[in-house]
């Protein structure tokens, strides 16, 4: 990996760290752990991303420790830029499977986006956009409220969409602008609406808001089988930065 390329995903990787913060971190020898009750893998892994010196199998040992303590099993979010550089093939060896393949895109959103007649932003977070989320995503109670500690731990400005059909929420969205950064998460549409353009809608909406607050770009994160978001992403000219991916040992 280039260095240009090391520190495009050095930059998108933090930025994804605040705008999803986790209840409870910690830096160990160049790693952040992060753990917000279980909810979201990303939210709840070590990060490896930074410099190790310790010998790593008493490293990788501590950190199922910390996780074990928690009642959590142990994950590790990889990119191709983890240090030490074979921590995954070490993950691996120690059992470790491989889940949730994520593709992380960009887009120049300069001159880019128009608002919705259907969608509403607000930069306050609300129980009803809270709901309305839980709603939509099967959220439990439980980590609905976890969800609302961690988006309220968000140092920076936020745009809470909603997609309305007369008084009804159909869709929701979350974008985050941090500094010239834009990143798009959890665009959802009701199933009984889907195809209809709503998420191309939600799309256009979060880039004129970004561009509003100051962002000339935007990034998100999607899954490897996401084929209908990938049709969508790709026709708005969204491009492939990077993976990243889950190493996950069970609890023993």
Same mark, same amino acid.
């Given at each position: 990996?280039?260095?240009?390329?090391?520190?495009?995903?050095?930059?998108?990787?933090?930025?994804?760290?605040?705008?999803?913060?986790?209840?409870?971190?910690?830096?160990?020898?160049?790693?952040?752990?992060?753990?917000?009750?279980?909810?979201?893998?990303?939210?709840?892994?070590?990060?490896?991303?930074?410099?190790?010196?310790?010998?790593?199998?008493?490293?990788?040992?501590?950190?199922?420790?910390?996780?074990?303590?928690?009642?959590?099993?142990?994950?590790?979010?990889?990119?191709?830029?983890?240090?030490?550089?074979?921590?995954?093939?070490?993950?691996?060896?120690?059992?470790?499977?491989?889940?949730?393949?994520?593709?992380?895109?960009?887009?120049?959103?300069?001159?880019?986006?128009?608002?919705?007649?259907?969608?509403?932003?607000?930069?306050?977070?609300?129980?009803?956009?809270?709901?309305?989320?839980?709603?939509?995503?099967?959220?439990?109670?439980?980590?609905?409220?976890?969800?609302?500690?961690?988006?309220?731990?968000?140092? =920076?400005?936020? /745009?809470?969409?909603? &997609?309305?059909?007369?008084? !009804?929420?159909? $869709?929701?969205?979350? %974008?985050?602008?941090?500094? =010239?950064?834009? /990143?798009?998460?959890? &665009?959802?549409?009701?199933? !009984?609406?889907? $195809?209809?353009?709503? %998420?191309?809608?939600?799309?256009?909406?979060?880039?004129?808001?970004? &561009?509003?607050?100051?962002?000339?770009?935007?990034?998100?994160?999607?899954?490897?089988?996401?084929?209908?978001?990938?049709?969508?992403?790709?026709?708005?000219?969204?491009?492939?930065?990077?993976?990243?991916?889950?190493?996950?040992?069970?609890?023993?």
């Amino acid at each position: 990996m280039v260095v240009g390329q090391q520190d495009l995903v050095r930059t998108i990787e933090t930025l994804s760290y605040k705008a999803l913060p986790a209840l409870e971190r910690r830096y160990y020898d160049g790693w952040l752990l992060r753990y917000a009750n279980g909810y979201t893998r990303r939210a709840n892994s070590v990060n490896p991303i930074y410099g190790s010196h310790e010998d790593i199998d008493l490293k990788i040992s501590h950190c199922e420790v910390l996780y074990k303590h928690k009642g959590r099993p142990t994950i590790f979010k990889m990119t191709n830029n983890v240090h030490p550089a074979d921590l995954d093939k070490t993950l691996a060896d120690k059992g470790y499977h491989r889940e949730a393949e994520t593709g992380v895109y960009t887009l120049s959103i300069i001159g880019q986006g128009k608002m919705a007649e259907s969608v509403q932003i607000n930069s306050r977070l609300t129980d009803a956009w809270v709901d309305d989320f839980a709603r939509l995503n099967n959220v439990s109670d439980e980590n609905a409220l976890t969800l609302t500690r961690m988006l309220k731990l968000i140092p =920076t400005t936020c /745009g809470f969409l909603q &997609v309305l059909d007369g008084d !009804s929420v159909i $869709g929701v969205a979350l %974008g985050v602008v941090d500094e =010239t950064w834009v /990143g798009v998460f959890d &665009v959802v549409v009701d199933n !009984s609406y889907r $195809g209809q353009g709503y %998420g191309r809608a939600i799309m256009q909406s979060l880039f004129a808001w970004g &561009v509003a607050q100051g962002a000339d770009t935007a990034y998100l994160q999607m899954q490897a089988d996401n084929t209908v978001a990938d049709k969508l992403y790709q026709s708005l000219g969204f491009q492939h930065q990077y993976n990243y991916w889950y190493r996950v040992k069970s609890l023993g």
